[in-house]
């Protein structure tokens, strides 16, 4: 991903699909989450379909429009990088085996809750064929645009989808031309992923271990389990120096990372009555935007995955 970034912008816009939402494909900066810090410009993603090229070609243009994030094929630089297909399928789909084992743990945990009518997670994510991979890219601030004086990489939201698999995040220092692999000062720098616990006004850096997987929940786990799991608020921080150098070599650091949305099929019901709701709802960290304003009755996932993808570049007027 750290290569394909450096391409000129020209070559690049071939790689993007703004007809998916930039759901499939390259895209930089399509994302707002606050109107504070305006569109995430550190931060650029390349999106595929995890389990096959295009999961769903039997789609009717009536489908295509309601569902443009699931409907269309893959694209792939494999001129440009011949093995970039091979190894983001090969960890998508690493990551999904695992994904779908913690499911049924956590369909487990759901039912000692004693909540009735809850569905089963790990039903819906093996019979799904809209997992989507993302291979994400974060610019350093020397390279930031209009939105350098941010303080994130990529502003504070939940994932819409029930798990995301992420694995160990790599910094590079931007100023060699060599493969600089950054690995010490990573604590003390203060960058990568922070979490929002339910109820705590500030937000925790988490470190992953170099040999570790982490799954955050998404905002469709607490849909389903009817309020019993609650989805990960989450952000990335800019490195802001301390632990590897002074402030000119902090402004030359990027990190590259990889996450596969573990999620159901866009048809998928939601079966949720009108007293599931409130439960449903009520827990929400500050700064997120509100479930009553993105889930409504006789919603299908893919109409929920639309409704939040406006949502988080609109919430801010709306709050």
């Known amino acids: ?80 990088l011949p093995n970039f297909r091979d190894a983001f399928i090969g960890l998508s789909r690493i990551l999904h085996a695992l994904g779908t084992q913690l499911a049924l743990c956590l369909d487990a945990f759901v039912a000692q809750q004693h909540v009735a009518k809850t569905e089963s997670i790990h039903k819906a994510l093996m019979t799904s064929h809209a997992h989507k991979g993302r291979a994400l890219y974060y610019y350093p601030r020397s390279n930031a645009g209009s939105s350098a004086a941010s303080s994130d990489w990529c502003g504070l939201h939940a994932d819409h989808g029930v798990l995301t698999a992420l694995v160990p995040s790599f ?13 010490k000062g990573l604590i003390e720098s ?38 019993v799991l609650c989805a990960t608020p989450h952000a990335v921080k800019l490195h802001t120096g301390g632990g590897i150098g002074d402030a000119t070599a902090a402004d030359s650091v990027s990190r590259a990372s990889f996450a596969l949305f573990l999620q159901p099929m866009p048809q998928y019901k939601f079966r949720l009555v009108q007293s599931d709701f409130e439960q449903v709802v009520a827990a929400r960290a500050s700064g997120i935007p509100s479930l009553f304003q993105r889930l409504g009755p006789n919603m299908t996932f893919g109409d929920f995955a639309r409704t939040s993808s406006f949502a988080y570049s609109n919430f801010e007027a709306s709050r």
């Open 171 to 183: 910094l590079f220092d931007e100023s060699k031309d060599e493969h600089n692999i950054l690995r």
């Open 1 to 80: 991903m750290r290569a394909l970034s450096r391409l000129p912008p020209t070559q690049l816009k071939q790689f993007e699909r703004p007809h998916t939402q930039f759901s499939v494909g390259w895209s930089r900066g399509t994302e707002i989450f606050s109107r504070k810090s305006g569109a995430d410009s550190h931060k650029a993603s390349f999106y595929a379909h995890a389990m096959s090229e295009n999961p769903f070609p039997q789609f009717s243009a009536v489908e295509l429009q309601m569902y443009p994030q699931f409907g269309y094929s893959n694209i792939w630089p494999t001129e440009i």
């Open 190 to 227: 203060g960058q990568g992923l922070y979490v929002s616990a339910i109820g705590e006004d500030e937000p925790s850096h988490v470190e992953l271990l170099e040999d570790s997987v982490a799954f955050q929940l998404g905002e469709t786990a607490q849909i389903m389990s009817k309020g």
